[in-house]
Nanobody
């Protein structure tokens, strides 16, 4: 599985961005997908995940009620809609895939994308 994330950029605080991640392969719905982020000097952290059929969507407390994860299995794509962005959301955002089980733990991820930079100015 190869993952290609896009949609990052520079946005002012309070603004919105939508990240997309396209996956290769024919078994996309067998994978839970997740988004993680890594700010400069910090460890990579969990942001949001979605199960293969979309019925489970856990979020980190720091983004709950501001970010929404979704997926389109027909397009092999997972999205992260980010609203009410804050400067502390500035990070490289990584798309991740885990076979069968929910992708909330970075040590359990099977595949990583290359990341897309999100910068939120104050």
């Amino acid at each position: 599985v190869q993952l290609q994330a896009s949609g990052g950029g520079l946005v002012q605080a309070g603004g919105s961005l939508r990240l997309s991640c396209v996956a290769s392969g024919r078994t996309f719905s067998s994978y839970s997908m997740g988004w993680f982020r890594q700010a400069p000097g910090k460890e990579r952290e969990f942001v949001a995940a979605i199960s293969g059929n979309g019925d489970s969507t856990p979020y980190a407390n720091s983004v709950k009620d501001r970010f929404t994860i979704s997926r389109d299995n027909a397009k092999n794509t997972v999205y992260l809609q980010m609203n009410s962005l804050k400067p502390e959301d500035t990070a490289v955002y990584y798309c991740a895939a885990r076979y069968r089980y929910i992708a909330t733990m970075k040590d359990s991820i099977n595949y990583w994308g290359k990341g897309t930079l999100v910068t939120v100015s104050s």
